[in-house]
């Protein structure tokens, strides 16, 4: 948290946000126009953003934090680096090497035990490769967009919001702008994030912006939609997308999960996969990507009852919530008992306060650091129409606060999409607590006059009143009945309807359960930029020699868990080193032999450059005892203990899963002292 | 092995199939043409297809495989099933439910443990989304397709040979057919594996097949590319493909990881993840996908020694190999340890061996049954061009011999097309015993003439001048000394060099190492294929009782290791469920808790139908004890024991990665006794 002198320098900053979100609040309140409330957001966003890059700047920095140092070991020890570089790399596209792979994959089966194995969620596989009219119903491929504009001569595209940024930052530079420019600048700079394209196009006109590369002129921002698009199928008109998220495969199997968990709600679906999209001009490394792994999961629950049992458990987690209240005071982020901000209704409702919990508890033992972490809550115009309320798990790097993971509760929009577009109920049913009569109305569709009528687009006619609830088919008779006409409206398009083309059908039912769409509390992790937060909060470099730097993870997530090192390469030592190799892989525990001519000291820095928590050390006194013992020494803290081959994998496979901390290990152990053969 | 009576019948159709491969060997010997060759080798395969069915036909039988049943638990458990349904589903899409999930990811768990782990690899994690330019130089672009046939009338498309087979299928099923035409019909099915897209030609047009849809003509097979095309950014102009493979992302890092490996030969990298196959018309469910996940490795050794120090651990190791020797011959497949094997010259080298000799182990360590696993060499018209051998392990599903693995030494073609296309080299450094004087002859490009002569292609030009041998460069020397005329061909496309173009330039120099383009030996796995086989292979039904249907998986895969059943629904057991729980998870053992209210019996025949391997039941007895007890079920042998929940988690984790057998831990605990209170 802040020091005095930097809340009192932070001060009427949060006064000037303070004003605006009490603006807000009263425009609201008072019902004013909608245009009149949209501007004082875009004013309370440039303030809000004003208030927190000025906190960022003035919080003690960590230590030394390098960026091109950490970059520099990144690319050197192959963690990641840009996809066919040989062929000249394409921007948003990274390959992972050797550590960066198997750091992604402990991550991920870290995720798959936190989540799936310990929540019994049921897991799914879907495909990348996803039919149009499902992203179609899912809203995607009307409006998974961002603006562009194209150079109006060779047609070279540029992301609108990027390119005033550049545009802005290239005339603060410049001597020779004015300083009432420079200030009308820095105004939209502070206000971008909240312009749509005719504000952007009314900027790029007033400043005269052109192509940076050629310098001609600009189109208006048009639409770009985000996502790949192909074909399935050598006839090209059966038109596909790469999947821009894994949740969709999770909808559209909604039945089969219901009747694999007995039809009983709630449950929780999870998907680890690949997304995709097309960015228009990626940058910022692993956090803005064309390709990468997401862990999604769909928890769906009766609408009106989001409690959880389990919530118990965690109600006194503390998490360091940015709710959007205290967005609109300008105050800062809080520390809250999860219990607490549900039973304030600061956070809507227990199963969405339990996720971000569960979320703090897995970034926690990953190795994220927690005095960098917040969950922010996205502000009513931040949200989809249709979410309840959301909030990001935001971390802390070098290029400011992040969205890591999103935890929103989607309500049923997404089922009822998917209902709509095929006209399969995806429903659960719900016990009700004694049989009821119901009344029922059904407008029973004439297909004979309704084909001579409307053709093939009968068929439509006829799913649409299907669909119709008893209250909207008990307004359609009363209008039919008064007018003799009803305009049904499908898809956008009217038809007339009369009163032949439809039979009004009316009938009491007793009923025991009741049909309901579930609603769905949505967490959604993307691992590349956990990932890449993390690679950040571990760097570290040494005391005293900062040449020598080193990534300190946590032994659950390191990509390899041993070095191996012999103290000489004599051939004595080779039935010892063969012992350690069988035994670790009998545990399944990876290791990296360094078998060079380096010291061990220098061998060491080399090992826990790459964040490998504990060395085994292969000496001549390993060969003194049947079985052969060895020394490990633990990187964290630099102490050492000796033991037998036979006990090392199971030690150090409980050391890894935390099942054993290194303390209990070294209470059991003999502390090593060198031997004199070293 | 067939029994004699089966040998006796098989008898004639080896002798058949010998008589063509003498033919075959005997033309080649005598440098037959080539289409006289690719005639024999078309009745070849044609008598080897007719030896194979009819062996298969005599095979006795799996008990009583019923591939509906099985297909009918796979849907209703949700192992698998038709991605989309909802949208009326995508052929060659599956999506996997929480069963299929599991057994998937234990599979690729153990593949890494078995190959990546315990083989030292550097495993890497690449883009599906590839550039035009990559997938070019390694030949998909112009050759990864297939045939296929258009309706004339309204472009409907049918993979050539599918629809011919189909079409004779129905006129041998007519009766109307003539004796003469069904002759003629089984000749073709017989040969359509060999036939190209003139034969099929031949034979649509002969027979006057139509479409099988609406009658109307079909055009001639076409060739149809079967990468799924995209574009990478907004332009447009940014081709890309879904790639068809992992490999080519391995070679494309080829630099990278030799660097990873301190330059050293050889060493193997590895990949897991999804290839895209846009097929024409897919069938046979997990079989033939669009979308798979797959196992690729690429192990780069000197292309002049191929031997292996650790292929003396697998000398011995006994596999069922079907050589090209052996098909030719029509005998059958013979059992041979790959020590021998490789001695005899029948598999090429020692590193080729070791990877058949390991992917024997890993199969058998998933499931498969070794008495339906085979390995099956290329006959050499059927290895792509530049490959050397290739042996494809192949498993028997009802669906006949399926390709699950191909394990082939592809030289060093994939990095030289790399580097061609790039001019960056991918080589290795190889130290010479003694440095040796080398001369060294090279084309240096005179750019200012190039580009007055060819413009734009002068870079190209100078690019193919550098990649030129000694040995070339000295015989484009005498040409151009001759006739002052050199017509350098580029990309297909020729170019008249004059003496002033170029400069020869002359010189010795002392090489201590020599560069050597690797050969790559390429172990590709079809995880989807050994997965459905391993379904196959796993599933059972109880004696006497046929409707009772369950699968035997080993633990290692089982999709989920326990189940847990309290024998009662009394509040009292609670605290033994939840010690039970806990202590799985905390070794992330999955379980599936059944409290429903039937007997244990029945509640086990559910669990056994989905493979689970262990039971633990919950009883009165549990509290009797401080700690709790309880009882665990092993579903083989359906034999008990009794022991502390605090042992749970190990010995189950134990019995799962194979440290400990059920044996073991029946001598360690006591046998179970049923308690009077059940």
New interface residues.
């Given amino acids: 948290m802040a020091t005095p002198e930097i809340e009192a320098k932070l001060a009427p900053l949060r006064a000037a946000v303070k004003e605006y979100g009490d603006l807000i609040r009263d425009l609201k309140a008072k019902g004013a126009p909608k245009i009149d409330i949209d501007k004082a957001v875009v004013e309370l966003k440039a303030r809000k953003r004003l208030l927190e890059d000025t906190e960022i700047a003035l919080a003690p920095k960590e230590a030394s934090f390098d960026r091109l140092k950490l970059e520099d070991l990144l690319k050197r020890?192959?963690f990641y680096?840009q996809?066919?570089?040989?062929?000249g790399g394409?921007t948003g596209?990274?390959?992972?090497?050797?550590m960066?792979?198997?750091l992604?994959?402990n991550m991920l089966q870290e995720w798959?035990?936190h989540f799936i194995?310990?929540e019994g969620m049921?897991?799914?596989?879907?495909?990348?490769?996803?039919?149009e009219?499902?992203l179609k119903a899912s809203g995607h491929v009307d409006r998974f967009a961002d603006w562009?504009v194209k150079d109006m001569k060779n047609?070279?595209?540029f992301r609108a919001d990027h390119l005033i940024k550049n545009s802005i930052e290239k005339l603060l530079n410049d001597k020779k702008t004015s300083a009432a420019v420079k200030q009308d600048g820095q105004d939209v700079l502070a206000r971008l994030e909240g312009f749509d394209n005719k504000d952007m196009h009314e900027v790029i006109t007033r400043f005269n912006f052109k192509s940076p590369i050629t310098g001609n002129d600009l189109t208006e921002p048009i639409a770009?939609n985000l996502m790949?698009?192909?074909?399935?199928?050598?006839?090209g008109d059966f038109k596909a997308f790469?999947r821009p998220e894994t949740a969709q495969?999770i909808f559209?199997?909604f039945?089969?999960?219901l009747?694999?968990n007995q039809g009983k709600l709630p449950f929780a679906a999870a998907q680890i996969g690949?997304g995709?999209r097309?960015e228009?001009?990626p940058r910022q490394g692993l956090i803005r990507v064309?390709?990468f792994t997401m862990c999604e999961i769909e928890h769906f629950v009766d609408p009106e009852d989001k409690s959880l049992a389990k919530f118990a458990k965690v109600a006194d987690q503390k998490l360091v919530l940015f709710s959007a209240c205290n967005q609109l005071d300008g105050a800062p982020a809080q520390e809250v008992a999860i219990g607490e901000a549900v039973a304030k209704k600061t956070v809507a409702n227990e199963t969405l306060g339990y996720y971000m919990a569960r979320c703090h508890q897995f970034l926690m033992k990953v190795g994220i650091d927690g005095r960098r972490l917040r969950f922010r809550q996205h502000l009513s115009n931040e949200m989809a129409h249709y979410a309840q309320d959301c909030w990001d798990a935001e971390i802390l790097t070098s290029y400011g606060w992040i969205e890591c993971v999103g935890n929103a509760d989607r309500a049923c929009y997404d089922l009822q999409q998917?209902y709509k577009?095929?006209n399969?109920k995806?429903v659960a049913e719900k016990k009700l607590p004694e049989p009821v009569d119901v009344n029922f109305v059904e407008a029973q569709a004439n297909m004979a006059l309704l084909g001579k009528s409307f053709k093939k687009d009968a068929k439509k006619i006829q799913t649409s009143l299907q669909q119709l609830t008893s209250e909207q088919v008990s307004a359609l008779e009363e209008e039919l009945l008064a007018k003799k006409l009803y305009n049904l409206s499908v898809d956008g398009q009217n038809y007339a309807l009369t009163p032949e083309h439809l039979n009004i059908k009316k009938y009491t039912k007793k009923i025991h359960v009741q049909e309901i769409t579930p609603s769905v509390i949505e967490p959604s992790y993307g691992i590349g930029r956990i990932m890449y937060a993390l690679l950040e909060h571990s760097f570290r470099q040494r005391e005293g020699d900062e040449q020598r730097t080193f990534l300190a993870f946590k032994p659950l997530v390191a990509p390899i868990k041993c070095s191996v090192l012999p103290i000489s390469a004599n051939d004595t030592l080779i039935p010892v080193m063969d012992a350690v190799k069988e035994e670790l892989?009998?545990?399944?525990m990876?290791y990296k032999v360094d078998d060079s001519s380096g010291t061990i000291g220098r061998r060491y820095a080399r090992t826990d450059e790459i964040g490998i928590p504990f060395g085994i050390t292969v000496d001549f006194d390993s060969l003194k005892t049947t079985p052969f013992t060895v020394t490990i020494r633990h990187a964290e803290t630099m102490s050492q203990i000796r033991l037998e081959v036979s006990e090392l994998g199971r030690l150090i496979s409980d050391l890894v899963?935390g099942?054993q901390q290194w303390s209990d290990a070294q209470a059991k152990y003999p502390k090593f002292e060198a031997s004199a053969t070293e």
């Fill in positions: 020890r192959f680096d996809s066919f570089a040989i062929y394409v596209l990274y390959d992972f090497g050797p960066g792979c198997s992604k994959a798959r035990k194995l310990e049921l897991e799914v596989d879907c495909t990348s490769l996803t039919p009219p499902v562009m047609g070279e595209c770009f790949f698009p192909t074909q399935i199928g050598p006839t790469l495969g559209v199997n039945k089969r999960l009747e694999f690949l995709f097309n228009i001009s064309r390709e998917h577009a095929t399969v995806l892989s009998r545990f399944e990876s899963a099942r």
